[in-house]
């Protein structure tokens, strides 16, 4: 079945230690975003990835990167993470045309990651 | 984007019909409504997608009236499966849309 996956589910990683989360998909679509969802709270978008335009939304602090080194694979890149960045982070794709816009999104089961 | 209020939460019983409404008071012209469903420790799950009037598939349908401020997704006999947290996105599907999540309704489905 085509589908977003999400590796690992589960992260733990080291307060200031760089982690890379990843995420791949089988739909080809040419949408990817990335989240942040904390517990009880509603999921934040980061950043999306138009084919390879990049689009950061104003508020995602600097600490946060993402690379899409093509259709398939989209990274989420954590430089120096702080305690407050333990979360759930979720991988999304769309499809979009600019003569219709975007399509609803297809998400994967996220990576849930742990500061220590 | 249109800013989106629904209910915190909502408690139902097994064999209900559940509607949970959605205020979107400042939807523009080129907005869609999309709900999404979410258990815990999974992503959201697409249910529906609509623009005017009603929108039905195999597990939902969606009911928007002719001012477009508000929708309604109905969900027809829920189980106890049907728990999880609902979330009302209206967004404009030529330049940007359904990326913003509201605080979502948290549904509990009952014995």
């Known amino acids: 079945d085509a589908m977003v996956i999400q590796n690992p589910r589960y992260q733990v990683t080291q307060f200031g230690k760089p982690v890379t989360l990843s995420c791949s998909q089988t739909?080809?679509?040419?949408?990817m975003y990335w989240y942040q969802q904390k517990s009880s709270q509603a999921p934040k978008l980061l950043f999306h990835?138009?084919?390879?335009?990049?689009?950061n939304e104003a508020d995602t602090p600097d600490n946060f990167q993402s690379r899409r080194p093509n259709t398939s694979f989209c990274f989420l890149d954590i430089r120096s993470p702080g305690l407050g960045d333990a979360a759930m982070y979720l991988c999304?794709?769309?499809?979009?045309?600019?003569?219709?816009?975007?399509?609803?999104?297809?998400f994967g089961d996220g990576t849930r990651l742990s500061i220590l | 984007l249109a800013k989106t209020t629904q209910p915190i939460s909502m408690d139902s019983y097994e064999g209900q019909e559940v509607n949970i409404t959605c205020s979107h008071n400042n939807i523009a012209t080129n907005d869609y409504i999309t709900w999404y469903q979410q258990f815990p420790s999974q992503g959201p799950r697409f249910i529906i997608q609509?623009?005017?009037t009603k929108v039905t598939n195999e597990v939902a349908s969606l009911f928007i009236p002719a001012d477009r401020k508000s929708s309604t997704l109905s969900l027809p006999r829920v189980s106890l499966s049907d728990t999880a947290v609902y979330y009302c996105l209206v967004g404009d599907m030529v330049y940007n849309n359904d990326m913003r999540f509201g605080a979502g309704t948290r549904l509990t489905v009952k014995p």
């Open positions: 990835y138009y084919d390879k335009d990049f689009n």
């Open positions: 739909l080809n679509h040419n949408v």
């Open positions: 609509g623009y005017k």
């Open positions: 999304a794709t769309s499809r979009a045309y600019r003569e219709v816009g975007y399509q609803p999104q297809h």
